[in-house]
């Protein structure tokens, strides 16, 4: 596999890159890849907590998504050759850790660790892809909530805030906490493993930091205008 976009410089073999490039994919895919199984086994879990059967049916749906998202980027894997379980290993723990940190406390927060984490990692994982071959590229696009799901969801937000209005500070600061600890998660995948490091031949720690900080920013200004259609502070 190598990189259209990018040309090795005398420093740099084509093989080399080209590596380079196939081990940041891996490590990639193998992030989304845990990263949508634990979601769907934590959807799943938290919609036998519903206080009705249409309540439920919203979750189900998502976590059913989640595991067509999971089996995607699986796929993809296996296309390239790899083990999609030695690609996950890595991130288990760290996942497994982000979701002990912000266990829900009950349904409403459940809902809207749904609402944060869900758009943010996929906003995430889209900024990045934006950078990466076609095929990749494509199998990326595919880990998305659909438009129809983010809609039921919000409108049961809405719809949860405006019957309880005492919901509304608790819930802004359970935002906020998870907004922080979902950011710092993704500064700490990307440290960890390297992100952006394997899309050029130039390539440096720094530049591939600055360009997770600009991406960081516009997570950032995304997740507060999400908070506001709530009529939340971010």
């Keep these: 596999m190598s990189i259209s976009a990018s040309e090795p410089d005398d420093c740099v073999s084509a093989g080399e890159l080209s590596a380079r490039y196939d081990n940041f994919v891996v ?15 934590r959807l799943a879990t938290d919609a036998r907590h519903s206080p009705s059967l249409s309540d439920r049916a919203v979750l189900g749906k998502m976590a059913v998504a989640e595991f067509g998202h999971y089996e995607a980027m699986c796929a993809r894997l296996v296309e390239m050759g790899m083990d999609p379980e ?12 982000f979701h002990e940190r912000t266990r829900p406390a009950d349904w409403h927060e459940s809902l809207m660790k749904a609402y ?20 990749t590229r494509e199998a990326v696009a595919k880990v998305r909530t659909s438009d129809e799901q ?9 719809k949860m805030l405006a019957q309880d209005p005492r919901l509304s500070s608790r819930l802004a600061l359970w935002g906020r906490r998870l907004v922080g600890e979902a950011l710092t998660q ?15 031949a130039d390539a440096t720690q720094e530049q591939a930091a600055a360009d997770i900080a600009t991406i960081l920013s516009t997570l950032t200004r995304n997740h507060s205008r999400r908070m506001s259609q709530l009529g939340l502070t971010a």
């Design 27 to 41: 490590d990639l895919l193998g992030s989304i890849a845990y990263g949508e199984l634990s979601a769907f086994e």
């Design 186 to 200: 993704v500064q700490r995948i990307g440290a960890k493993h390297s992100f952006l490091m394997g899309l050029r």
């Design 116 to 135: 944060v984490v869900e758009a943010i990692t996929e906003e995430f994982y889209a900024a990045i892809a934006e950078r990466l071959d076609e095929s």
């Design 150 to 158: 983010l809609q039921e969801l919000t409108t049961l937000l809405k």
């Design 86 to 97: 030695l690609a996950m290993a890595p991130y288990q723990r760290m996942v497994d850790s």
